[in-house]
């Protein structure tokens, strides 16, 4: 073979130091001169990304990892109670409450009291037992009144005290560090000698919440691959004059606002709007049975998979765009019909392009917020909106953290699944 | 050759033009007639029309107007997957996501051919290009030369009898395209398939074709087998193509015998063949190759004076470039042999030639 030829000539033997590592010409060992001859560069290189790593870190990675601590942390009662929460995490939650127990109960009551926190540690106790709250605010009004024996007093000031449960439920407010939001964001209850039981059927709703926005990604998803493959086929195989315009309108939702699409797509599918009034008038529906294609879930599919598919088609369209036509020209030399040539020729070669925008549009639609609150209704929201509504709303950021936490780890997941099936160096964004 | 040879050619082009934008014509007028088991090659500088008359061949391209035949049959309807045309791409082709074996099984897999006789036809045409320990691995991981071989086994594995090849030894280097030309050219006389090859490099049209088609301007300057075209083109263009060449033009002042009698423009008269010069009183140009050119011991009537400009010490010949009758691109190729003349930079010699070494052609548009 002529390629023997192409061996390397040997070139004299390098010094060596004693452990078999080259030398440079002065002496020094190669791998420590390459790295000062480096370190210029390497310095330069990092000065220039510095400012942008602070800015991340300081606005974006910080405040994520201190949300994601909330969901396992909650400080709340400790802070606000502290000589009950130390008595209360040290009872073995099964024996009668003690004096000692109600005394650091009542005095920390008549402290939070004055602080004015004694709202916030009564919400916390309450998401573990609805019905603590007025309990809370109601015996802490009289605490400042009360005297020893405290547990008689608190049971008279409500008989709940007498309950074991509401003493287990303060016994897990007590403690910070919890996987009581966890559990809770998977329909589970900690309980308070630290066992875990599943919620009744009726207060199931996280489990069932992932589970439709994972279908409802997976749809999208879907949707977006059957839309976007033949577009991207056209744009990388048109003239590039023709395939010019084409890109821009492609593209021109990326240039519209977020909000003003959505809404576009209110006017569009409402029930007097436009789509519905063409229906009407080439009569598919008739004027009294209008299809609700929107503030449900059909409104939010719409939306998503619109607003969604530049993501799809960009990344196929890259890879279409590299795969020469020499291929399938070669496949249908060799006998190969058109949809052979497709099939076992041409689709292979854009698989890392429909995994790249399958992944990217999956991991998008998966935290998406925005249009399924304008367009979803009542049955169209995804566990995204949950997540905002436990921060805005019911302000329980721990619950949110830990419903955050999980939607993260989904991610994580599928994106190493797919590095496990496709292979990361596969994917091509563009 | 696998079968007797028939009057009928194998492949014939008839009248074909191919157009892409309706004004001007990339192909004008075609007419080639190839012969079983022949190997022709398509030459021609990028541009000239010879890649896409074999893609017109292979029914990627339609033509625009005229007929292909292939065995007599006219194939402008037939889709390119029903031509059975081997074909080998400029840049191999692979299919990048099956191994070796995988693409020499492709084309028998979709002639849904028995899975023994493909394994038993892939190991075949493995051996054939001394690739039988890769069937294994993907194109990626062979170097040009072994994808190049792959490329080949795949356009013969399910015995075609015409096989396209469009510039395949293009992205090779030079050793290697060397020697993949003999070993084609070996695998061709092997099994006798009829072969069309399109390259720009004239070394390797001249190395392995049984006939050459020089193309310019989407018409057939000449058709001819190597030694012909090398030794006695027909005009301007292809002597200045194939092979070096010095030109002198003239006018034409007298025709005798095929002979031509040449006033040179800034020179005496001499005689040449007469090819292709036209009438008493034409502007023609004279083509000498530089290795006919005669130095200082001239015998012939042809003498001219030549001031040697420059000398090239090439090891088996001396490259001397001369100034001759106005004109400093004259060049000689001295051979490096003890009886021949030494020339040094500045010196005056005579310089002459054979009339049957040198041609008298048409001038061709911009050869000033």
């Known amino acids: ?430 | 050759m696998t079968e007797a040879a028939t009057d009928r050619p194998f492949v014939h082009f008839d009248g074909v033009q191919k157009s892409y934008d309706g004004e001007t014509l990339v192909v004008k007028n075609l007419n080639l007639e190839i012969a079983p088991g022949e190997f022709v090659t398509m030459l021609g500088p990028s541009g000239s029309g010879k890649t896409t008359c074999l893609m017109m061949l292979a029914g990627f391209e339609a033509a625009t107007s005229g007929e292909i035949y292939l065995k007599g049959q006219p194939i402008n309807n037939v889709p390119p997957h029903k031509r059975n045309i081997g074909m080998v791409f400029q840049n191999y082709a692979l299919f990048p996501h099956m191994t070796v074996a995988e693409n020499l099984a492709f084309p028998l897999q979709v002639r849904k051919m028995r899975r023994a006789d493909v394994k038993a036809k892939v190991a075949r045409a493995l051996g054939m290009v001394q690739m039988d320990d890769f069937g294994n691995r993907k194109p990626a991981q062979l170097s040009g030369g072994q994808q190049q071989r792959v490329a080949l086994a795949r356009a013969l594995v399910f015995e075609p009898e015409l096989v396209l090849m469009d510039e395949p030894l293009g992205a090779l280097d030079k050793q290697l395209r060397e020697h993949m030309q003999y070993e084609i050219k070996h695998i061709h006389e092997q099994l006798g398939v009829t072969v069309v090859y399109v390259t720009h490099d004239q070394s390797e049209a001249l190395t392995m074709s049984d006939r050459i088609a020089v193309f310019d301007d989407g018409v057939i300057q000449q058709l001819a087998p190597p030694a012909d075209l090398y030794e006695r083109p027909d005009n301007a263009f292809v002597a200045q193509f194939i092979g070096e060449n010095n030109r002198l033009p003239g006018i034409v002042s007298a025709i005798e015998n095929g002979v031509a009698l040449v006033t040179l423009d800034q020179g005496p008269d001499v005689q040449a063949l007469a090819v292709n010069c036209g009438a008493v009183g034409s502007r023609t140009m004279l083509s000498i190759r530089p290795e006919r050119v005669q130095v200082n011991n001239v015998a012939g009537p042809n003498r001219l004076d030549g001031h040697v400009l420059e000398l090239i010490y090439l090891g088996d010949h001396i490259r001397c470039r001369m100034q001759v009758c106005g004109r400093d691109d004259f060049i000689v190729k001295v051979p490096n042999s003890p009886e021949h003349a030494m020339l040094r930079e500045g010196e005056t010699c005579t310089v002459g030639w054979n009339t049957d070494d040198c041609r008298a052609l048409d001038l061709a548009p911009g050869a000033m």
């Open chain 1, 1 to 430: 073979m002529t390629e023997a030829s192409y061996q390397a000539t040997s070139f004299p033997a390098s010094p060596t130091d004693a452990q078999g590592a080259l030398l440079a010409a002065d002496g020094t060992p190669l791998k420590l001169k390459l790295r000062q001859s480096m370190r210029a560069s390497r310095m330069r290189a990092f000065g220039l990304v510095l400012p942008l790593l602070i800015f991340v870190l300081a606005s974006f990675v910080i405040p994520i990892l201190v949300l994601l601590w909330q969901g396992v942390y909650n400080g709340t009662y400790e802070n606000d109670m502290p000589r009950s929460a130390p008595i209360m995490r040290a009872w073995d939650g099964a024996s009668p409450p003690s004096e000692a127990m109600a005394e650091a109960m009542v005095l920390d009551m008549v402290d939070a009291r004055k602080a004015k926190t004694i709202g916030k540690v009564a919400t916390r106790v309450n998401r573990e037992l609805s019905g603590t709250r007025s309990l809370f605010t109601k015996s802490a009004r009289r605490a400042a009144k009360m005297e020893a024996p405290y547990l008689a007093a608190l049971e008279k000031a409500d008989k709940d005290w007498a309950d074991l449960e509401t003493w287990r439920a303060i016994k897990i407010a007590a403690t910070s560090l919890t996987p009581a939001f966890y559990a809770a964001a998977v329909d589970a209850k900690y309980t308070a000698d630290g066992a875990f039981e599943m919620q009744s059927e009726e207060r199931r709703i996280h489990v069932n919440l992932f589970i439709k926005t994972m279908l409802v990604s997976g749809a999208v998803m879907l949707a977006c691959l059957l839309l976007g493959y033949p577009v991207a086929y056209l744009l990388a195989h048109l003239p590039m004059k023709t395939s010019n315009l084409l890109m821009i309108l492609v593209l021109l939702p990326f240039w519209t606002s977020l909000l003003v699409r959505t809404t576009a797509w209110i006017a569009m599918l409402q029930s007097q709007g436009v789509l519905n009034d063409i229906f009407v008038w080439i009569g598919i529906t008739s004027d009294d049975s209008r299809f609700s294609l929107i503030y449900n879930m059909t409104g939010t599919l719409i939306a998503m998979t619109h607003i969604l598919l530049p993501f799809m088609i960009l990344p196929i369209y890259s890879v279409m765009r590299a795969i020469p036509p020499s291929h399938v020209r070669a496949a249908k030399s060799l006998g190969a019909t058109n949809w052979t040539a497709f099939w076992r020729v041409y689709f292979p070669a854009t698989i890392p392009g429909i995994g790249a925008g399958g992944l990217l549009v999956f991991i998008l639609s998966i935290g998406y917020y925005i249009t399924p609150a304008l367009v979803g209704g009542q049955d169209g929201q995804l566990i995204s909106n949950f997540i905002a509504y436990h921060m805005q709303r019911s302000l329980n950021w721990s619950l949110a953290a830990a419903l955050g936490g999980i939607l993260l780890v989904i991610v994580l997941i599928l994106y190493w699944l797919y590095d496990r099936i496709v292979g990361i160096d596969n994917m091509k964004l563009g």
